[in-house]
Nanobody, 127 residues
Framework: QVQLVESGGGLVQAGDSLKLSCAFSGRTFGAYEMAWFRQARGKERLFAAAISWSGDSTYYEASVKGRFTISRDNAKNTVYLQMNSLNPEDTAVYYC????????????????????WGQGTQVTVSS
């Protein structure tokens, strides 16, 4: 069974940076596509970024493209989300998600496309 554990959230000011981590366990990490979603209070969970199992393909939601960078270290079974130039609209619970896709590269953008989820980590950006 896949387990995902996010870390790195916190309270920051507008313009600051933050790096989230998601530790993967239970299966072969290198065969799973990974993604970050976020959910603001009272709103639906939305896609932020995805990375292929190989790490050579990424996709971003328009509002985070150029500010956020998703990456993975297959030797450490960890996926990251580097977030720069944060603004209050980025305030949300951030969730890590995984789906077995090897050898395909899908880069899904809907929550239905992922089978495993972490518990989330809160990111709060003050103005």
């Amino acid at each position: 069974q896949v387990q995902l554990v996010e870390s790195g959230g916190g309270l920051v000011q507008a313009g600051d940076s933050l790096k989230l981590s998601c530790a993967f366990s239970g299966r072969t990490f290198g065969a799973y596509e990974m993604a970050w979603f976020r959910q603001a209070r009272g709103k639906e969970r939305l896609f932020a970024a995805a990375i292929s199992w190989s790490g050579d393909s990424t996709y971003y939601e328009a509002s985070v493209k150029g500010r956020f960078t998703i990456s993975r270290d297959n030797a450490k079974n960890t996926v990251y989300l580097q977030m720069n130039s944060l603004n209050p609209e980025d305030t949300a619970v951030y969730y890590c998600a995984a789906k077995f896709t090897y050898p395909r590269k899908i880069l899904g953008t809907t929550s239905r496309g992922y089978d495993y989820w972490g518990q989330g980590t809160q990111v709060t950006v003050s103005s």
